[in-house]
């Protein structure tokens, strides 16, 4: 019998109906950081996997806030396998994406530089990023608990060959994705509490223009290398189809 959550990801699959709406916001295409006439670099806000370079063309994702759910238990030992990656690599109906949604809700604009004139937004954002890493962590505890479990039941059933492999891959994919969704919620938490220690005096952002300006060079190299590891980080997360809409 086929479980309620296997419905929910065939049509999330078919006809991506579980993705969060899209809310018209400041699309930057690109940073402009400047210090006077001296120094001038453009930033982009995506790197391509294949190491050039891109922009995003996609609103800002809004997402509401919604009630969860509980998953049915699973059919059977392979699918409790595959739930390692739900979330992850699997897309999921929101109520029933418990830690992936919250983190992407927290997260929706927290780069937005629009913003980034305002110390209250730049304070609020770092509670969400803040918020979005204890959450990190749970999902991180829930998935360790699981591996272990699955581990010793393997081990004590004497499991098929296909099932160990796929349990070895399912544990490095979700692994290799709580190391980069870490380094994501730090790389965003660098660059607000950067501008947040120095100060709204320390420069100022055009909107019209698309270009922050820094009345000190220090400040406009290290604001640039700390927004591109950012964007490196953003790379890494967009890779995993739940985390694709992300902008920051």
């Excluded at 940073?31 to 370079?53: F, I, R």
């Excluded at 990190?136 to 699981?146: G, I, P, Q, R, T």
């Excluded at 947040?196 to 270009?211: F, T």
């Excluded at 400040?219 to 700390?226: G, L």
Aim: net charge neutral; glycine share 4%; aromatic share 14%.
């Amino acid at each position: 019998m086929v479980s309620k959550f296997k419905s929910f990801a065939v049509l999330a699959a078919a006809a991506c109906i579980f993705l969060p709406l899209q809310a018209g916001a400041q699309q930057i295409l690109e940073l402009s950081v400047e210090y006077g006439t001296d120094a001038h670099e453009v930033l982009p806000t995506y790197y391509e996997k294949n190491g050039g370079e891109a922009v995003l063309f996609i609103d800002e994702p809004f997402f509401k806030k919604v009630t969860f759910l509980k998953l049915e238990e699973p059919s059977s030992f392979r699918e409790r396998i595959d739930r390692l990656v739900y979330g992850i690599t699997t897309d999921v109906a929101p109520e029933y994406d418990h830690y992936g949604y919250e983190i992407r809700r927290y997260m929706q604009s927290v780069g937005n530089a629009a913003k980034f004139n305002d110390p209250a937004f730049i304070e609020q954002q770092i509670k969400n990023l803040n918020t979005a890493d204890i959450i990190l962590e749970y999902w991180k505890k829930k998935l360790k608990a699981d591996m272990e479990e699955i581990e010793g039941l393997i081990e004590e059933r004497q499991e098929t060959s296909s099932n160990r492999t796929m349990f070895k891959y399912n544990r490095g994919v979700a692994n290799a994705f709580l190391i980069e969704c870490k380094s994501w919620i730090d790389n965003n938490r660098a660059v607000l509490k950067y501008l947040q220690d120095v100060g709204p005096a320390a420069y100022r952002y055009d909107a019209e223009k698309g270009q922050f300006f820094f009345k000190n060079i220090q400040h406009f190299r290290d604001f640039s290398a700390i927004y591109k590891s950012k964007i490196k980080a953003l790379t890494e997360m967009r890779s995993y189809l739940p985390f694709r809409m992300m902008v920051y």
